[in-house]
């Protein structure tokens, strides 16, 4: 792959993010940090039914028999069925969202605008402050109309205060404590 030498990236984990031209900037969030989690709970999930579903003495391939199977031999197991569906599921979907659909922001100072998956966030115009929230150290971008864009959460304060700064040159808005 050829590298080009004019591109200034910053390492911060989770996240890709560099400078393409003095005009542009792209932040991507990586799905690594996710992948190992994801794989974990999902395994976890499959081993959990599978040790419930096959521990019935029911052979019948069919499901749904070997629920109504357990439902009639043990009633009380129906909660080891259920509660790790509202418990897992939801916690599976945002890690697949972050795993599988890739997340980059391309801010474009040539045209002025912020975009999410080439699709168009605000315009420069509309940007109200540029701040990084001390607390769980993330860089936020907040509209005129009160909406909060979070770009960035990252541990690493320094590089979050780099692309703070770059995007304050971009954006020609200073950062706001």
Same mark, same amino acid.
């Given at each position: 792959? %050829?590298?080009?030498?004019?591109?200034?990236? #910053?390492?911060?984990?989770? *996240?890709?993010?560099?400078?393409?031209?003095?005009?542009?900037?792209?932040?991507?969030?990586?799905?690594?940090?996710?992948?190992?989690?994801?794989?974990? !709970?999902?395994?976890?999930?499959?081993?959990?039914? *599978?040790?419930?579903? $096959?521990?019935?003495?029911?052979?019948?391939?069919?499901?749904? /028999?070997?629920?109504?199977?357990?439902? /009639?031999?043990?009633?009380?197991?129906?909660?080891?069925? !259920?509660?790790?569906?509202?418990?897992?599921?939801?916690?599976? *979907?945002?890690?697949?969202? =972050?795993?599988?659909?890739?997340?980059? %922001?391309?801010?474009?100072?040539?045209?002025?605008?912020?975009?999410?998956?080439?699709?168009?966030?605000?315009?420069?115009?509309?940007?109200?402050?540029? &701040? !990084?929230?001390?607390?769980?150290?993330?860089?936020?971008?907040?509209? =005129?109309?009160?909406?909060?864009?979070?770009?960035?959460? &990252?541990?690493?304060?320094?590089?979050?205060?780099?692309?703070?700064?770059?995007? &304050?040159?971009?954006?020609? #808005?200073?950062? $706001?404590?």
């Amino acid at each position: 792959m %050829y590298k080009n030498p004019q591109i200034k990236k #910053i390492a911060l984990s989770g *996240y890709t993010v560099f400078q393409p031209n003095s005009d542009d900037l792209v932040i991507e969030k990586s799905w690594k940090e996710s992948i190992f989690p994801f794989i974990l !709970i999902f395994a976890f999930f499959i081993l959990w039914y *599978y040790g419930i579903l $096959s521990s019935t003495g029911n052979d019948d391939p069919n499901l749904l /028999a070997r629920i109504k199977h357990i439902m /009639a031999e043990e009633p009380a197991l129906i909660i080891f069925l !259920i509660v790790p569906l509202f418990i897992l599921l939801p916690i599976l *979907y945002k890690l697949s969202k =972050k795993v599988f659909n890739k997340e980059k %922001y391309f801010i474009d100072g040539t045209r002025g605008t912020i975009m999410k998956n080439s699709r168009l966030l605000t315009t420069f115009a509309d940007i109200a402050k540029i &701040s !990084i929230t001390p607390q769980n150290s993330e860089l936020i971008i907040e509209l =005129k109309n009160s909406e909060k864009i979070s770009l960035i959460k &990252s541990k690493n304060h320094t590089g979050l205060k780099r692309v703070a700064d770059i995007i &304050s040159k971009l954006t020609k #808005i200073s950062i $706001s404590k």
